[in-house]
């Protein structure tokens, strides 16, 4: 049954040549432009390396200080952090470190400017960095302000050539370190290992960090399990309601918690300064923008599927004069629909790769790596499926409303 | 004969309904890209009202946080010493600080409220040979000088769009500029100069308020040390000058960080920082309307195929094809008219422009302009072809037509 129907709608579109190519040009690039988007999404988002274990990981970025005149947010200071995001229950550990900042160098004569990132040792053991030489710097050298460096490929390629780094020194921000490891380059968009360098905490100019509750520092937390992230959660956030304020007279609440990824994005863009990160408004706002996009293509594609009634109209009342029921039919057109737009997806995640790549190669993004993968080839399943229901279903269902006589006799309404 | 053409469209609303809401729709998505497209290239041809040429910026890290505690007197003395290094060098004509840096996305806001309705202005922190480093343009009053302290009140200096948003047509020397001061400990706030613009977000953004208020204490505002300084180096200084500039800085304060960048890089940087939409709304609605064109064609094929008997009755009678061409493009014309028209109500009785900030009547006209233009042309660019293979069918043939 489902093969003679699609036997049937193949015979139609290739009857209509020009037909078919409007209606797979525009499911095609409709789909290559919601497939290009999900992909940033995923790189930006899913769980992949260094963040292997996104998990059960946890983040405190940013917090809100709020008070009757005044308001500050964003990250905080060492000794907040040391003081309130230690020691929580079913954490197995923590890691303390910056915000990436610019850093410069001059290397003879020329002057070249990194993202420095300052981390303890712990950090290392949480994500899980791809080494190309050496290894991470660990908690005893974070104790004794060891002046070493952990550096990309880029950074390597920039200070050394096509050297080999391991020992090196080099001097970043008027300070000499020792290169103990190069890992591969991370896209800058992946916020919590992204840096160019990394140095210990303690080889900081000066140590006064270790006394401020502002600053510019951030934590991940590493859980036991996954299943105890929302009891973790629960019991940072009572932690901040009974948390000292950094300044008394100035903010009297602090706002916030500690947050997967995806909630730390929607903390940034809905609610920096409320303890719910309002993650259901990011899932909304994403899928609004989507529907948004989507109107104008579905529309255009039901009134093509529209005004291809009449040439269906003689296999219409044929098949209604034999006693097909409506919902057969508007069973088999949507099927037939379904079938376009996913070959209309297949040729978008085609030309999506390549649109990609040179994305990546443009340099818009430092060290973008958007690729395809397993999960936005099913996202992109699912967003073809929805296109094709959604253009689909009201055509379909005015064409089996056609009356079967009027239907032979080719006059569509 | 256009009364007898909305009857023939009225007859077929159903089908035109949807074809309506498709136009309605691309020319929506056209006329915000071209409006946002449009008020771009408008500022960008606006007096930027600074020169950044031949300036660098030293962004310093005094490891002082914002938002933290009054900075200590020793870190202000040690932000005056920096200043007073950068201005002895011979290869810099002048220097200055500054709390917010032209071009950077970071912003001091604050609104007055005290006249007519609230103004909202930018406000910025600078010490005195600001003016002579940025080539500020005075156009009344004067600037901040050294005797300022021993005023009692402070003075301020405004950009001209701010001097006619609070005070109108007036002479603004001499004005108070009140902002509410919750603690009630601030003097109050005279203006004493105008100059001509300051637009610290660079060309491409729309106008706005902007205040200036000198330095409260060596080395910054009341609240925090400068947040980065500005010099006007000698033409033809190269980026060698940089790593001498960083090492004297660094030698004076050891335990902060410094990172000097030309000006000019900052605008590279925020034009691509504001064009990167603007060119990725253009392409996306590049491809709307080709996609939304190709349809239009498709389907108005389709239509006229079912209307070859009514077409060829009027060869029939006597109708040219010329009149049969007008005819259908006329009827594309009208249902255009309709979408387009209920569109542009929407959008001039939305109060979009206060969304968009101070997007200019005129910028918001020309952009409906255009983009009607845009629909008019694809409707009937997509129109024609079909309506010209329509109307060749020989009449003999058309009334036969199943």
Not at chain 2, 93 to 108: K, L
Not at chain 2, 220 to 228: C, I, N, P, R, T
Not at chain 2, 270 to 294: K, Y
């Amino acid at each position: 049954m489902l093969i003679s129907h699609l036997k049937m709608g193949a015979k139609v579109l290739l009857r209509r040549k020009f037909f078919t190519f409007i209606s797979l040009f525009a499911i095609s690039l409709t789909l290559l432009v919601l497939l290009v988007a999900t992909a940033m999404l995923d790189s930006i988002l899913a769980p992949r390396a260094p963040e292997t274990r996104a998990a059960r990981t946890l983040g405190i970025y940013r917090l809100g200080f709020e008070g009757p005149h005044t308001g500050h947010e964003g990250p905080v200071g060492y000794a907040f952090l040391d003081r309130y995001a230690r020691h929580l229950q079913r954490v197995e550990t923590i890691a303390l470190f910056t915000e990436q900042q610019g850093a410069v160098s001059y290397v003879a004569g020329r002057k070249i400017t990194s993202y420095l990132k300052r981390t303890d040792g712990e950090f290392w053991r949480i994500l899980d960095f791809d080494f190309v030489e050496g290894g991470p710097f660990t908690a005893a050298d974070e104790l004794q302000a060891n002046p070493v460096a952990v550096i990309n490929q880029s950074t390597r390629r920039r200070f050394f050539g096509a050297a080999p780094a391991l020992g090196r020194p080099f001097a970043i921000d008027g300070q000499s370190f020792r290169v103990v490891g190069v890992v591969r380059d991370v896209p800058i968009v992946r916020i919590v290992p992204f840096a160019d360098v990394w140095v210990p905490i303690s080889t900081a100019k000066s140590s006064t960090y270790k006394h401020e509750a502002l600053g510019n520092f951030m934590a991940i937390l590493l859980a036991r399990s996954r299943r105890d992230l929302p009891a973790i959660q629960a019991e940072f956030r009572s932690r901040l309601a009974h948390a000292e304020s950094p300044d008394p007279r100035l903010y009297t609440r602090i706002a916030g918690g500690a947050d997967t990824s995806f909630e730390a994005l929607a903390r940034l863009l809905f609610a920096s300064r409320e303890n719910d990160a309002h993650a259901g408004r990011l899932r909304a706002a994403l899928l609004t923008a989507m529907a948004m996009f989507m109107l104008l293509p579905t529309l255009n594609l039901i009134n093509i599927n529209l005004s291809r009634i009449l040439d269906r109209a003689a296999e219409i009342g044929v098949r209604k004069a034999f006693g097909a029921s409506s919902w057969a039919l508007v069973g088999q057109f949507l099927i037939e629909n379904l079938v376009l737009t996913l070959l209309g997806g297949a040729l978008g995640l085609a030309l999506a790769g390549p649109v990609l790549a040179a994305l990546n190669r443009s340099g818009l993004v430092p060290y973008a790596q958007f690729g395809l993968n397993l999960r936005v080839f099913a996202y992109g399943l699912a967003i073809a499926v929805f296109f094709g229901l959604l253009s689909g279903v009201y055509p379909a269902w005015k064409m089996s409303r056609l009356q079967p006589a009027r239907a032979l006799s080719g006059r569509s309404s | 004969m256009i009364r007898h053409l909305l009857k023939l469209v009225w007859n077929r609303k159903r089908a035109g309904a949807l074809l309506m809401l498709e136009i309605f729709f691309s020319f929506l998505v056209t006329a915000v890209v071209a409006t946002l497209g449009l008020f771009c290239w408008r500022n960008y041809r606006q007096p930027l009202g600074f020169s950044y040429r031949d300036v660098w910026q030293v962004a310093v890290d005094s490891k002082q946080w914002r938002g933290g505690e009054a900075p200590a007197a020793a870190a202000r003395d040690t932000m005056s010493r920096l200043l007073r290094e950068l201005q002895s060098l011979p290869r810099v004509e002048a220097a200055a600080g500054t709390m917010v840096v032209p071009f950077s996305t970071s912003d001091d806001v604050m609104i007055d409220d005290s006249g007519h309705g609230p103004v909202r202005m930018d406000f910025n922190v600078v010490s005195l040979d600001f003016d002579r480093v940025m080539g500020l343009h005075l156009v009344a009053g004067r600037w901040f000088g050294k005797g300022d302290e021993a005023l009692a009140w402070q003075p301020v200096v405004v950009n001209r769009n701010l001097a006619r948003a609070a005070f109108g047509g007036a002479d603004p020397i001499g004005r108070r500029l009140g902002v509410p001061d919750p603690k009630g400990q601030e003097p109050e706030r005279r203006v004493i100069g105008v100059v001509a613009d300051y637009r610290k977000n660079g060309e491409l953004a729309g106008d706005g308020n902007y205040l200036f208020l000198p330095q409260r204490q060596p080395g910054g505002g009341s609240g925090h040390l400068f947040a980065s300084l500005l010099l006007r180096v000698r033409p033809g200084t190269t980026a060698a000058f940089e790593e001498e500039l960083t090492g004297r800085l660094q030698r004076i304060a050891p335990g902060w960080s410094f990172a000097v960048t030309t000006l000019a890089e900052m605008r590279a940087s925020s034009f691509r920082l504001r064009l990167a939409p603007l060119l990725t709304g253009c392409v996306i609605a590049l491809f709307l309307l080709a996609m939304v064109g190709l349809g239009l064609t498709g389907v108005m094929w389709q239509n006229l195929l079912q209307r070859t008997r009514e077409l060829g009755l009027r060869r029939a009678a006597g109708a040219s094809r010329a009149a049969l061409l007008r005819q259908i493009v006329t009827e594309q014309l009208l249902l255009t008219t309709l979408s387009v028209g209920l569109a542009t109500a929407l959008v001039v009785q939305l109060p979009i422009s206060r969304l968009a900030g101070a997007l200019p009547g005129a910028v918001m006209a020309a952009g409906l302009a255009s983009a009607m233009a845009v629909i008019y042309a694809l409707v009937i660019l997509c129109s024609l072809y079909p309506s010209v293979i329509a109307s060749r069918v020989p009449p003999a043939e058309a009334l036969r037509f199943e």
